[in-house]
């Protein structure tokens, strides 16, 4: 019931930010906990952050704590990671996923009903 669109990915040096932009559409877009993931090339999905229906409250693994910043806007249906001090190592597909099983973003990936095609990041040293 949710489509999921990425957006916002792109070739940065380290150091660098990008703003990952994941557009919604469909109903009931506010009460769904919202997450990004990442995949690196031959690597298992990982959870980077993750926000509550209300945006009350956000989470975000201990590798990308302090630098990156997961927030969503309701009224124009949109989940945002925004991603600074980039390192070669966040380079990755990243992902926005979609679940209306909990008020709290899981942590795996198994509990994400909707998924987005994912943005390619690429982070030159």
């Known amino acids: 019931q949710v489509q999921l669109v990425e957006s916002g990915g792109g070739l940065v040096q380290a150091g660098g930010s990008l703003r990952l932009s994941c557009a919604a559409s469909g109903r009931a877009f506010n009460t769904y906990a919202m997450g990004w993931f990442r995949q690196a090339s031959g690597m298992e999905r990982e959870f980077v952050g993750g926000?509550?229906?209300?945006?009350?409250?956000?989470y975000s693994t201990d590798s990308v704590k302090g630098r990156f910043t997961i927030s969503r806007d309701i009224a124009k249906n949109t989940l945002y990671l925004q991603m600074n001090s980039l390192k070669p190592e966040d380079t990755a597909v990243y992902y926005c996923?979609?679940?209306?099983?909990?008020?709290?973003?899981?942590?795996?990936?198994?509990?994400?009903?909707?998924w987005g095609q994912g943005t390619q990041v690429t982070v030159s040293s």
């Open positions: 926000i509550t229906w209300t945006g009350s409250s956000t």
């Open positions: 996923a979609a679940t209306s099983g909990s008020f709290l973003p899981p942590k795996q990936a198994r509990e994400y009903d909707f």
